[in-house]
């Protein structure tokens, strides 16, 4: 099954490779879509591809790369688009 979900990760996220920790194991992980940092401090990732994958990620987004402090982590479901590759893209 396919799952696909919006991520909206709070705490200490900006500024210490968060976006490259996600699109490396995204790709590890065969998820797609995209991580973007917002002008409010928080960091958005939409990851779609197989729901164990997916679930992974999320974990993984919990947790975050060395130095991270992550705080929150809001999950909003959202509709399968079939996107075929991920990227870190800039506001």
């Known amino acids: 099954m ?3 979900v919006r991520l909206y ?3 200490v996220v900006q500024g ?3 976006r490259m920790f996600v699109k490396e194991n995204a790709e590890k992980y065969n998820v797609k ?3 973007r940092n917002l002008d409010n401090g928080k960091i ?3 990851l779609e591809g197989d729901t164990n994958d997916v679930e992974k ?5 919990k947790k975050g790369p ?3 402090q ?3 982590v809001e999950i909003k479901n959202e509709r399968f688009q079939g996107l075929k590759t991920f990227k870190i893209l800039h506001i």
Do not use: D, P, Q, Y
């Open 9 to 11: 990760i709070t705490g």
């Open 2 to 4: 396919k799952k696909t």
């Open 66 to 68: 060395k130095h991270s």
């Open 57 to 61: 990620m999320i974990e993984l987004c």
């Open 33 to 35: 879509g995209f991580v």
């Open 16 to 18: 210490i490779f968060f």
């Open 70 to 72: 992550i705080k929150n």
């Open 44 to 46: 958005e990732a939409f």
